[in-house]
């Protein structure tokens, strides 16, 4: 009973520091810290040690689908006593303990602690190899926790201001809502093919959504989705010199993830796209999503260019737009999908 109030007592401790309270209402402050971005609290000792190489093995490995080598999180490494003031705030925390009194090891997931939106992990462990073994054992779910908040921060975003017009244009078009950032202009618009372009002199950033009849479960795989892609590209998106159009990079694996969005079967696709008779080239994410009720595929598709600049935050900003997808009459979806459900 003590334990269970003493445990209490801290959480309130915890939240009662972090935030501010305005008429009954808490109040966070903002994250600070640079997109991707991830402060690790370790002693000196541990992180030069087998805990610190194992963190730095998964949380700083090379990012999937990129040109060049990037980290999948640009780690900080802060000891236990520096961890206050100005580093409270960080968007990604990573706390750890590593001590022989530990009575409960574990990993826990905490978020908006010190701030808002932030995401937290701690993980307690007895001993280095205790540690090894419960970071190994959640490296998967630790890592999609991250990347989500990542991609979360950004959808918030965009919800809250984006371009109207192309809202606009992809609703009419093809019965969907998808938030796109100010500074996106509509290049293609059609039935079946739209494309909605971000462009500065280093940069740009795409985003196109087309669809197509679901026909078999043979739809959501790898080889299918690229090949529908390669013509999709080949007819709509052209290059800047005769006999060039953009198309995917086979020499390069693709990635494929088969997953949920918004409750409905989807499959993601990474990997690299190139310009055929032409040396232009970047990632792309691709987020192919069955719209049961339509009984057909809507696909959002996302690239970056940017030959000079690092493309991992660029290519995160795009997914992030493809992630908004939501279609209209989402309830009769829901219907199908649960009647699908119960079925199985």
Same mark, same amino acid.
């Given at each position: 009973m003590k334990t269970k109030i003493g445990i209490l007592l801290l959480i309130l401790f915890v939240f009662g520091t972090a935030c501010q309270q305005k008429g009954g209402k808490i109040i966070h402050q903002n994250i600070t810290g640079k997109a991707g971005e991830m402060i690790v609290v370790m002693s000196k000792v541990a992180w030069d040690d087998a805990p610190g190489n194992v963190l730095r093995k998964t949380l700083?490995?090379?990012?999937?689908?990129?040109?060049?080598?990037?980290?999948?999180?640009?780690?900080?490494?802060?000891?236990?006593e520096a961890f206050k003031d100005i580093f409270l705030s960080t968007r990604n925390i990573i706390q750890t303990k590593i001590s022989p009194i530990i009575e409960n090891p574990g990993v826990t997931f905490a978020?908006?602690?010190w701030a808002y939106p932030q995401a937290i992990v701690q993980i307690n462990a007895r001993n280095n190899e205790e540690f090894e073994r419960l970071f190994t054992e959640n490296s998967d779910k630790i890592v999609a926790y991250f990347l989500k908040a990542e991609r979360d921060r950004l959808t918030m *975003? #965009?919800?809250?201001?984006?371009?109207?017009?192309?809202?606009?244009?992809?609703?009419k078009n093809h019965d969907i809502f998808l938030t796109v950032p100010p500074g996106y202009k509509v290049a293609t618009q059609g039935k079946d093919f739209t494309w909605v372009r971000y462009e500065t002199p280093d940069i740009s950033q795409a985003v196109m959504i087309y669809t197509f009849p679901y026909t078999s479960d043979s739809t959501f795989t790898l080889k299918y989705l690229l090949d529908k892609r390669d013509s999709v590209l080949k007819a709509n998106v052209p290059g800047s010199v005769a006999d060039s159009y953009m198309t995917t990079e086979r020499r390069v694996e693709s990635v494929l993830q088969v997953t949920?969005?918004?409750? *409905? #079967?989807?499959?993601?696709?990474?990997?690299?796209?190139?310009?055929?008779?032409?040396?232009?080239?970047?990632?792309?994410?691709?987020?192919?999503?069955l719209d049961a009720y339509r009984q057909r595929v809507v696909v959002a598709d996302g690239y970056v260019y940017s030959p000079s600049k690092n493309k991992r935050n660029l290519t995160r900003q795009v997914e992030a737009i493809l992630y908004s997808l939501q279609f209209k009459d989402q309830d009769k979806n829901d219907k199908l999908n649960s009647q699908i459900n119960m079925g199985n």
């Open positions: 700083a490995q090379p990012q999937l689908s990129l040109p060049q080598e990037e980290p999948l999180f640009d780690l900080v490494s802060i000891p236990h978020n908006d602690v *975003n #965009y919800k809250k201001l984006y371009d109207k017009a192309a809202y606009n244009i992809l609703e949920r969005h918004n409750g *409905n #079967y989807a499959a993601e696709v990474r990997g690299l796209w190139r310009v055929e008779n032409d040396f232009m080239g970047g990632p792309f994410v691709m987020l192919a999503e």
